[in-house]
């Protein structure tokens, strides 16, 4: 295991690839309880049979493994190359996603109290982000002069920009206003007393993002509190994980079409929770500073 740990780190450049990759062969080797190592091919074809059949595994987690056997049983171990390999077929199922009407995706957030998990959902989906790629934004990612954001390591640790709508770009300005994080835009809240002055300064002070986990609890609750009155959050749910890149894909003229425009302000969304005191103003009233990126290009 040990020395299939460095293959993967000479061969992979993405960590969430190699832990991958590196857990598969953990699976293996426990569903057998033996050294994987010692496995032939028929043993193979049946762990495979076994994860298809019955434990019904995604094509994409079937072609993961099988990936993962190749570089352990072939480069690793210098096996020959097997038959099984070019045998199995794991075919994504292409179904069309249902998509969340205006009225919808109001009603989810209309269930997101706090600001600070509402924020990162409404930037997630006008913009079209993975949950990573949102709550590892920083301050200097925003161009603010020409209403773009900048992806930096996206997948296959590529960057690229996208534009930013002005009323998103209004809303990340109230949000840092809150915060002050000399770095990150949406640092982790911690835990502790929830005054405000409390809560922003541990924000402001913090050495790490906000969990993704965190958001994530969030959307089965919102789910589950949609689901009496006839909504429909699978959408949403994928569009976080990124099941598919098409959706990212689309032109601007179709996505707008496709995904409803979110409300230029908030309206009849909730108001922010007391802990979370309005945007620009300290405890004495006095006018917060922003950095260039946020800054507004009018005087």
């Known amino acids: 295991m040990e020395q299939f740990a460095r293959v993967l780190a000479l061969r992979y450049d993405s960590v969430r690839t190699r832990h991958s990759y590196y857990r598969q062969l953990r699976l293996l080797s426990e569903h057998f309880e033996a050294d994987p190592a010692l496995l032939t091919e028929e043993l193979l074809r049946d762990y495979l049979l076994h994860v298809k059949t019955l434990r019904h595994w995604q094509p994409k987690t079937i072609r993961q ?19 099984l390999f070019d045998q199995v077929k794991a075919k994504d199922h ?9 009225e919808q995706v109001r009603a989810l957030l209309c269930h997101i109290r706090l600001r600070r998990y509402r ?27 020409e209403n773009k954001l900048r992806i930096r390591a996206g997948k296959g640790n590529k960057d690229r920009t996208i534009p930013l709508p002005a ?9 840092w206003s809150f915060h002050r994080h000399p770095l990150l835009l949406f640092p982790n809240a911690g835990r502790g007393d ?13 050495k790490s993002t906000m969990p993704h986990n965190s958001l994530q609890r969030l959307l089965v609750l919102a789910r589950k509190e949609l689901r009496p009155a006839g909504g429909h959050t699978t959408h949403l749910a994928s569009f976080l994980r990124h099941a598919s890149a098409r959706r990212r894909c689309q032109p601007a003229h179709v996505a707008a079409l496709a995904r409803p425009r979110l409300p230029e302000h908030d309206g009849d969304l909730p108001a922010p929770h ?11 009233g006095r006018t917060l500073r ?8 009018h005087p």
Not at 66 to 80: K, R
Not at 168 to 175: A, F, N
Not at 194 to 204: C, I, W
Request: aromatic share 6%; net charge positive; hydrophobic share 40%.
């Open 194 to 206: 929830n005054t405000p002055e409390a809560l922003a300064k541990r924000m402001r002070t913090a």
């Open 274 to 284: 007391p802990s979370e005191r309005a945007a620009g103003t300290e405890a004495d």
């Open 290 to 297: 922003r950095p260039a990126a946020l800054a507004s290009p």
């Open 65 to 83: 493994a099988l990936a993962m056997a190749q570089v352990f049983f072939i480069e690793q171990l210098g096996h020959p190359r097997w038959r």
């Open 119 to 145: 924020t990162p959902l409404k930037l997630i989906y006008c913009c079209g982000l993975r949950l990573s790629e949102c709550l590892k934004l920083t301050v200097r990612d925003i161009i603010g002069s």
């Open 167 to 175: 009323h998103m770009l209004e809303d990340l300005r109230d949000y």
């Open 94 to 102: 292409d179904t069309l996603p249902p998509v969340l009407t205006r």
